[in-house]
């Protein structure tokens, strides 16, 4: 069982930054990907980042290449969103999950439901 709780939300203003962390419980952190979703009011979930268990391989949403950086740290069982040049299209609730598994395809990332445990959710705010 892994538990996960994220951090780090609130309001910014277009163009700014902030840095999501989502702590997790737990002594096999090391062994989980990790990915970040979001959702805005009235749409679907979406992918936002994902990390191997390893943190050699990220993978991200094409709006968010160049802007957004997922990053672990395994030894604090924490992983981290970097968001920068926030635009207020990326307001959303934005939720980390866990999925078992050290050999995922890099087609399995971006899939919300192939992941076990998921956080509670932070919200995110870009003001224009």
């Known amino acids: 069982q892994v538990q996960l709780v994220e951090s780090g939300g609130g309001l910014v203003q277009a163009g700014g930054s902030l840095r999501l962390s989502c702590a997790a419980s737990g002594r096999t952190f090391s062994t989980y990907a990790m990915g970040w979703f979001r959702q805005a009011p009235g749409r679907e979930r979406e992918f936002v980042a994902a990390i191997s268990w390893s943190g050699d391989n990220t993978y991200y949403a094409n709006s968010e290449k160049g802007r957004f950086t997922v990053s672990r740290d395994n030894a604090k069982n924490t992983v981290y969103l970097q968001m920068n040049s926030l635009k207020p299209e990326d307001t959303a609730v934005y939720y980390c999950?866990?999925?078992?598994?050290?050999?995922?395809?890099?087609?399995?990332?971006?899939?919300?439901?192939?992941?076990?445990?998921w956080g509670q959710g932070t919200q995110v705010t870009v003001s224009s």
């Open positions: 999950a866990a999925r078992r598994g050290l050999f995922i395809s890099i087609h399995q990332y971006p899939i919300s439901d192939e992941y076990n445990y």
